[in-house]
């Protein structure tokens, strides 16, 4: 396996862990505290993974013309995401509305990381050097690291958010 391949097999890697986190998620009901220690660990393993690809994969790719508009894109979903993440924290676990909101972020998210694995993570692979590699490797796992344990869950409504 390339040295590419396993950039983007690690990033998956962890959108495997998510995936399974959110169908566990969906298997609980009311305001338990199984849901409330999933839904902790998801926005932790979603906020951390999030800020460590940024930090390895798109700011490699953002220095890349041919993937600025990929990057972008994939970014200001990061942030959607986590928009909502927040709004689902605000909002009652044991309320109908929490799991309309959960079920919509579990298309979205899941839409965005097959996207990532489909469609960027291919395109990308293309514009990758040793030095790009490097970079990665170095960050990645750093970063997840430290994100992850400085993530928190952040009660806030959509409607609140600040632009």
Do not use: C
């Not at 998956?12 to 998620?25: A, F, G, V």
């Not at 849901?35 to 930090?55: I, M, P, S, V, Y």
């Not at 799991?99 to 298309?107: I, S």
């Not at 899941?110 to 490097?134: C, G, Q, S, T």
Request: no cysteine.
């Amino acid at each position: 396996m390339s040295d590419t391949q396993k950039i983007f097999e690690r990033l998956k890697q962890d959108h495997d862990k998510h995936r399974d986190l959110l169908d566990r998620l969906l298997e609980t009901s009311g305001d338990t505290s199984e849901r409330e220690n999933l839904f902790t660990e998801l926005t932790k393993e979603l906020k951390g993974h999030a800020a460590a690809e940024e930090q390895a994969l798109y700011s490699t790719m953002l220095r890349k013309p041919p993937t600025t508009d990929d990057t972008r894109h994939s970014v200001a979903e990061h942030h959607e995401l986590d928009e909502a993440l927040n709004d689902l924290a605000a909002t009652d676990m044991s309320s109908g509305a929490w799991l309309t909101k959960f079920k919509t972020f579990d298309h979205d998210y899941r839409h965005h990381i097959e996207e990532e694995e489909e469609d960027h993570f291919p395109e990308f692979a293309k514009y990758l050097d040793d030095d790009d590699m490097k970079h990665m490797r170095s960050v990645f796992e750093r970063r997840k690291k430290d994100e992850k344990a400085d993530a928190e869950v952040t009660p806030e409504k959509k409607e609140e958010a600040k632009e």
